[in-house]
């Protein structure tokens, strides 16, 4: 689009403040919700004017359990009023806001001025040549920052109440408890045995202990679920041989999974469409979240909010044989091919101890998402994930790679071997602490000609004992993903990013869901 044309952009946030204020996953979902909450007020509001909207999708949804209008709207201008008319609307947004807060937490009184000067709901028009210079003007307004001016923070009490609020019946959620890090981080154990999960999770949530808490915290009550878990779900004294224990409580479950996914360069794509195609192209996305939604449910994960290509939510690191983390990612992937004509999306994944503070982790994904996954691989088209293992004892597991496609692409490979069967994860440690002893050596071998038969010696002469060879097609698949990390990675960079570093995190990931260890 060459010619110039008048829009309307709007902007509602601070989203990220306001995730920040959040002790538990029931607030976090509720101050995610609350912007959902605010476009969906706008986009009623706007009736009228539907078919001046460009994006999001028009029509209001409600009831899906989960977030699914994003934080922006640009519309057409077609009357001089209209821009006036839209500054009035937000005024009115921001009253029903506050009515809402208060019929459901009338004490302490929340002041309608102090959600004004805190919500930043931008507004601008101006004549534009594309829906990109839209969106890079409301990226300039976003760094504006007007916070109130005050101690007290009368909207996170709200959002950390405990009660049922109008934001959560809004969602759909039914009335009672919103899921714990650990109801989320054990799902796996509700598909081996839903009835003792649900006979569990119920019995605490009724105990007279929790009905007295009026702040949401899960830390406590994670616990117990912990000591339940462990007795209703035991580990097996003793294994056939051969016979793996897939039934009882692991240390992976104590751990959770915060993704955060987002489409690659799609202000740009969008910006390559006309009005009529961007307003397809919005419906496509609000289409793919309610598909996403389902996917994340089926794994077993919470998605907290799913703004068009923008996602974020919970998840198991593992739910059943052949599906985990990464797995999850990938039937992702599948449905977002839907959207468009090429995207991707990129992921941010922290794992994290149940006990770690949940807002340094939802940091550590998003600087994993826009650091590693978007800024490493921005020369690479993206389409990338980068994840941070951050175990109990602090040692951190960190790993990044680009999805391509293709069964012999370094993601799908991983995934293979991700899926293996083998005896004991015991012996994967031995095997990294062998390839970096001889990193340099190994360096140099994939540098050769006959590369591939000299790797392939390498491991018959170094990897020879018996625990190596009842897992021989376990070893074979890591010889021929060193094989593919060499032909798709540099091992001239630093270390830290060469292809053994890669492969370093791929095998410490298995050990650790393989293995008893914390």
């Not at 969906?40 to 209008?69: C, T, W, Y």
């Not at 998840?315 to 839907?338: Q, T």
Request: proline fraction near 4%.
């Amino acid at each position: 689009m060459n010619s110039k044309s008048k829009y309307i952009g709007l902007t509602v946030g601070p989203l990220i403040k306001t995730l920040q204020q959040s002790k538990s996953t029931r607030a976090l979902f509720c101050a995610s919700y609350l912007y959902s909450f605010a476009m969906g007020e706008f986009l009623d509001r706007l009736k009228s004017k539907k078919n001046q909207i460009i994006l999001p999708a028009p029509d209001r949804v409600q009831g899906m359990g989960v977030g699914l209008h994003p934080d922006r709207l640009i519309m057409t201008v077609e009357s001089p009023d209209d821009f006036s008319g839209f500054m009035k609307i937000r005024e009115a947004v921001i009253t029903e806001i506050h009515n809402k807060i208060m019929a459901d937490h009338p004490s302490p009184s929340i002041d309608r001025d102090y959600l004004a000067k805190y919500f930043q709901f931008y507004c601008l028009e101006g004549d534009f040549s594309s829906l990109d210079t839209v969106n890079q003007a409301l990226d300039t307004l976003e760094l504006r920052i007007a916070f109130p001016n005050t101690d007290m923070d009368e909207l996170r009490t709200f959002l950390n109440r405990k009660r049922h609020n109008f934001l959560l019946q809004d969602a759909g959620i039914p009335k009672g408890k919103f899921p714990s890090l650990i109801e989320i981080a054990a799902r796996e154990l509700h598909r081996i045995n839903p009835k003792v999960f649900e006979a569990i999770i119920n019995a605490e949530f009724t105990s007279k202990k929790e009905k007295e808490k009026s702040i949401n915290t899960d830390i406590e009550r994670d616990e117990t679920l912990i000591q339940k878990f462990k007795e209703k779900y035991p580990k097996k004294q003793k294994k056939e041989d051969g016979e793996k224990d897939n039934q009882s409580f692991k240390p992976y479950h104590k751990y959770i999974a915060i993704v955060y996914a987002d489409g690659d360069s799609m202000g740009t794509y969008s910006g390559t469409l006309s009005d009529a195609d961007n307003k397809v192209f919005s419906t496509q996305l609000r289409d793919f979240g309610v598909k996403a939604k389902d996917i994340i449910e089926d794994y077993g994960g919470t998605p907290v909010f799913i703004g068009g290509d923008d996602l974020m939510f919970f998840a198991p690191v593992k739910y059943d044989m052949g599906k985990n983390i990464f797995s999850l990612m990938n039937e992702l992937d599948d449905e977002f091919k839907s959207v468009g004509s090429t995207p991707t999306l990129s992921y941010g994944v922290s794992i994290t101890y149940y006990k770690h503070p949940m807002n340094e982790a939802l940091e550590l994904s998003r600087n994993l998402l826009k650091d590693t996954a978007k800024k490493q691989y921005a020369n690479r088209d993206k389409n990338a994930l980068a994840f941070d293992l951050v175990k109990h004892s602090g040692q951190s597991i960190k790993g990044d790679w680009q999805k391509s496609d293709g069964p012999k692409s370094v993601h799908q490979m991983f995934l293979n071997l991700l899926n293996l069967t083998i005896d004991s994860g015991n012996f994967i440690n031995s095997i990294t602490y062998t390839l970096e002893f001889h990193r340099n050596t190994i360096n140099h071998l994939m540098t050769l000609e006959d590369k591939n038969d000299r790797i392939k010696n390498f491991f018959d002469n170094n990897f020879n004992e018996d625990v190596h060879k009842r897992n021989l097609a376990f070893m074979e698949n890591i010889v021929d993903l060193i094989k593919q990390l060499y032909s798709e990675y540099p091992a001239n960079v630093e270390i830290g990013r060469q292809p053994l570093d890669k492969l370093y995190a791929m095998l410490r990931f298995i050990h650790f869901v393989t293995t008893d260890e914390q």
